[in-house]
Each structure stands twice: as C-alpha cells, then as structure tokens.
C-alpha cells in the first residue's frame, strides 16, 4: 500500500508560478507511473501530466502544454507539477494518483489505483 500526500497548492495571481508536491510513503515511487489530475467545482476530474515508471516518458493535456512540467525525484519519493503561467481557469482541486500495473502511459483516472487528498490551486484574474 502506497499513500500519498499532495502540498503546494495556495493562491496566486495570474501569470504566476506554484510547485505542487506529492510525497509517497509505505512503499517508493519507482514501481508507479505517477499522474496529476484536478478538478474544478461541477466539472469532471481532467487528466493533467503523467511521467512513467522510469521517469523517461511524459505526457500533459493540451490545455497545459508547455506551462506545466512533471518530474519525480527518486531519492525523496516526491513527484512535482511546476505550474508557470497560471490562469485563472487553472483554478481547481489539484490531485496526484499512482499506477501500478498499466504498461504503458496511463491517462485516465480510472488506470490509477492510488490518490492522494488534493491541494487546492486557486488563480486570481
């Protein structure tokens, strides 16, 4: 079992910049493609980012395309979501998840197994 714990998330004036961090205990991080996803009030939970296993495959949903970046730092057990750019429809409960049987590049929130709590994001205009 695997438990994860999201931090980061505040308020932020548009155009700014937030560092989202997940933090995994109870097992290490390497054996699972880690995702982001978030959710706004009434609306659907959206895939964010993905970074595998091996941390050589990202993939971000267009509407953060060149904004957002994944990575994962092995030795801390920690994934992050750098988020530059921000805008005030970013505003969204911001969640990480953990796959750990699906062989390729899962992007959808029903091919993870495990999430954290969520952290909120909130972009002022």
């Known amino acids: 079992q695997v438990q994860l714990v999201e931090s980061g998330g505040g308020l932020v004036q548009a155009g700014g910049s937030l560092r989202l961090s997940c933090t995994a205990s109870g097992r290490t991080l390497s054996v699972y493609n880690m995702g982001w996803f978030r959710q706004a009030p009434g609306k659907e939970r959206e895939f964010v980012a993905v970074?595998?296993?091996?941390?050589?495959?990202?993939s971000y949903a267009d509407s953060v395309k060149g904004r957002f970046t994944i990575s994962r730092d092995y030795r801390k057990n920690t994934v992050f979501l750098q988020m530059n750019s921000l805008k005030p429809e970013d505003t969204a409960a911001y969640y990480c998840?953990?796959?750990?049987?699906?062989?390729?590049?899962?992007?959808?929130?029903?091919?993870?197994?495990?999430w954290g709590q969520g952290t909120q994001v909130t972009v002022s205009s």
């Open positions: 970074i595998t296993r091996s941390g050589g495959r990202t």
């Open positions: 998840a953990a796959d750990d049987n699906y062989s390729g590049t899962p992007l959808h929130s029903y091919e993870y197994e495990y």
